[in-house]
């Protein structure tokens, strides 16, 4: 079965400008993870999303939000970007909510300059 | 919130030697502990995981333990090779989102 895909896989934007990210996680599974990765810092939990409705949010700023759809796929936004939003930005699917049994995608590698 | 701590950061061993790689978690309510092993610009990929309802689980060359009570737990790779060469990240989770340490670089030296 298809694994967890993520688009684009590299994006480079300009200080200020916005960007969707987009996630479709493995067919069945409800629940969609979003994770900034950068070196040093591991991965950041941005939030989760279980049939439709924002579960968990981390300490991120109001210019990270995210949606889930009826069909579970998933969309992160990032608005007014700045350098320091420059990261892999990673999603993870499971079948129930709570971090249990996580397959990530690929990642979208975001270049902000 | 869960906060995981993992060392070391860095970590070198001798091909055929054995790794060890160490968490603590600080919510005593976390349950679930996962290990990801993330090649080089690759996405991370669960390689074993443990509930709190049992100390030690094998995989082949791979171990995790768990001592709920210390509230730590440990990877141990055994007779490792050089495609165990990678970072490994340790997370824990009590039914919420998933906590991941800051990661371990192990290289398997030839």
């Known amino acids: 079965k298809a694994g967890v895909t993520q688009t684009p896989r590299y994006l480079i934007k300009t200080r200020g400008q916005q960007v969707t990210l987009s996630c479709s996680p493995i067919?069945?599974?409800?629940?969609v993870s979003w994770y900034q990765q950068t070196p040093g810092q591991g991965l950041q939990f941005l939030f989760e999303?279980?049939?439709?409705?924002?579960?968990n949010k981390g300490n991120f700023p109001g210019r990270f939000s995210g949606r889930q759809f009826s069909n579970s796929r998933s969309e992160m936004n990032v608005s007014t970007l700045e350098l320091g939003d420059s990261a892999l930005y990673l999603c993870?699917?499971?079948?129930?909510?709570?971090?249990?049994?996580?397959?990530f995608g690929s990642g979208t590698r975001l270049t902000v300059v | 919130g869960e906060n995981v701590e993992q060392h070391p950061s860095t970590l070198s061993v001798q091909e055929g030697d054995s790794a060890v790689i160490k968490c603590t978690y600080s919510?005593?309510?976390?349950?679930?502990f996962p290990w990801y092993k993330q090649e080089l610009g690759k996405r991370p990929q669960l390689i074993i995981d443990?509930?709190?309802?049992?100390g030690e689980k094998k995989d082949q060359r791979i171990a995790v333990t768990l001592n709920k009570t210390a509230k730590h737990f440990s990877l141990h790779i055994t007779e490792t090779q050089p495609e165990d060469s990678a970072v490994y990240f340790c997370?824990?989770?009590?039914?919420?989102?998933?906590?991941f340490g800051t990661g371990t670089r192990l290289t398997i030296i030839p």
């Open positions: 919510d005593s309510a976390s349950n679930y």
């Open positions: 999303y279980f049939s439709e409705t924002q579960r």
């Open positions: 993870a699917s499971s079948l129930h909510q709570g971090g249990g049994g996580y397959t």
């Open positions: 443990i509930r709190s309802n049992v």
């Open positions: 997370a824990a989770s009590g039914n919420e989102k998933l906590t």
């Open positions: 067919s069945g599974h409800r629940s």
